[in-house]
């Protein structure tokens, strides 16, 4: 798509928000433009992540009202259900203006365009069934996953199962790698937080984990990464654009990484995923 043909979209879902945002509709109109926000969201989302315009807010409910505090929220995520007396509309409305004018301003975006068809064609050579595992010590989530790839038809990479062959961590690591897609397993297993504030330890996942998350970033491109994320912890602030699944006790995360692994091209048998 032209970068003309980009900026028109962007222009023209941050018109349907606000006309979801301020004009009265019977609940057929209401109902029919929510599914063109929807149908439209995914591609809008992805190109204000690729021009890092990307923005997330934090949210505390007031007293008078009560609840959990919220951190990290995606307005994309919450159009139609926002936090108490929270403009996401103005949030996201503002992150398209930025992306827009950054569109039009800079050949960064037609570079990551150039980078990404690259990637696109050198991912396609690898084993379109090989999936890398990164994990921390949550043994019961890798389990879970491992084995939903196999029903599906995939094949999990899980280093510590994997030959030694002699070769060190890092060597093993590098020969394993050649993968198609990698899940990153995000769950608290350590604590941590800034030297300004040592008194709030936060759940954060593995030092390692995080490493490997930014190595398969950079090796296969963030359209062929997805974190998963178990609990209430810390993201690294750094990877705006990555696809963050949280892990639900109905298995909610099964049918969204599904989504994530047919948007990649993988093979797999997508019956088998209920």
Same mark, same amino acid.
């Given at each position: ?9 962007? &222009?023209?879902? @941050?018109?349907?928000?606000? /006309?979801?945002?301020? #004009?009265?509709?019977?609940? $057929? %109109?209401?109902? *029919? ?88 064609? &050198?991912?396609? @050579?690898?084993?379109?069934? /090989?999936?890398?595992? #990164?994990?921390?010590?949550? $043994? %019961?989530?890798? *389990? ?100 963050? #699944? ?29």
């Amino acid at each position: 798509m032209s970068r003309k043909g980009v900026i028109e979209k962007l &222009k023209a879902f @941050k018109n349907l928000l606000i /006309k979801w945002n301020s #004009v009265q509709m019977t609940e $057929k %109109e209401s109902s *029919e433009l929510r599914t063109q926000i929807n149908k439209s969201k995914p591609f809008v989302q992805e190109m204000v992540n690729r021009a890092g315009a990307s923005k997330r807010f934090d949210w505390s409910p007031p007293p008078a009202v009560g609840g959990f505090a919220m951190t990290g929220i995606n307005p994309f995520d919450v159009i139609f259900n926002p936090p108490y007396r929270t403009d996401v509309i103005s949030i996201i409305n503002d992150s398209i203006d930025e992306a827009i004018g950054i569109i039009e301003n800079l050949d960064t975006f037609a570079v990551l365009d150039s980078q990404d068809e690259k990637k696109d064609s &050198k991912s396609m @050579k690898k084993d379109s069934k /090989k999936v890398f595992i #990164v994990h921390g010590h949550d $043994k %019961e989530l890798k *389990e879970s996953v491992a084995r939903f790839l196999e029903k599906i038809g995939l094949e999990p990479i899980i280093l510590n199962e994997q030959v030694n062959g002699g070769l060190t961590i890092i060597e093993k690591f590098e020969k394993n790698s050649d993968v198609q897609f990698a899940i990153v397993l995000m769950t608290s297993d350590d604590l941590g937080n800034s030297k300004q504030n040592i008194k709030t330890l936060n759940p954060r996942a593995r030092q390692n984990v995080i490493l490997e998350l930014g190595y398969f970033l950079g090796k296969l491109g963030r359209n062929n990464v997805c974190a998963l994320i178990k609990g209430d912890l810390e993201r690294p602030s750094d990877y705006d654009g990555v696809v963050y #699944v949280n892990v639900d006790q109905y298995d909610g995360w099964k049918l969204l990484l599904t989504k994530e692994l047919k948007q990649a091209k993988l093979d797999f048998d997508s019956n088998k995923v209920f």
